[in-house]
């Protein structure tokens, strides 16, 4: 399986953005997929996951602002991302669990044995 993200850019406080993220050979039933991100100096941290089963958690930082969701013709996961502010400027990264996972460990980057490259996201 491989994870290529896209649509990072710059914006202004206020903006919105979607990212998505293509899965390539992707065959797995049972699976979580997660959007991590990682700020200059700072630890990856979870942003928002999409299990198997349509459940969906978000960060407290990104709730009501971010939305997860997947189109499985595509084999694409989305991130869509409103009311940006400064602090969301990242790296953000698709990850993919394999297997599943509990809750409580959908935002553990160790959980993940998938991830793409990353795209860059700016606000300011």
């Known amino acids: 399986v491989q994870l290529v993200e896209s649509g990072g850019g710059s914006v202004q406080t206020g903006g919105s953005l979607t990212l998505s993220c293509v899965a390539s050979?992707?065959?797995?039933?049972?699976?979580?997929l997660g959007w991590f991100r990682q700020a200059p100096g700072k630890e990856r941290e979870g942003v928002a996951a999409l299990d198997s089963d349509g459940g969906r958690s978000y960060a407290v930082s990104v709730k009501g602002r971010f939305t997860i969701s997947k189109d499985d013709d595509k084999n694409t996961v989305y991130l869509q991302m409103n009311s940006l502010k400064p602090e969301d400027t990242a790296i953000y990264y698709c990850?993919?669990?394999?297997?599943?996972?509990?809750?409580?460990?959908?935002?553990?980057?160790?959980?993940?044995?998938?991830w793409g490259r990353g795209t860059q996201v700016t606000v300011s």
């Open positions: 990850a993919l669990a394999a297997s599943p996972i509990r809750v409580s460990d959908e935002f553990r980057p160790s959980a993940y044995n998938v």
């Open positions: 050979g992707f065959r797995e039933r049972h699976y979580c």
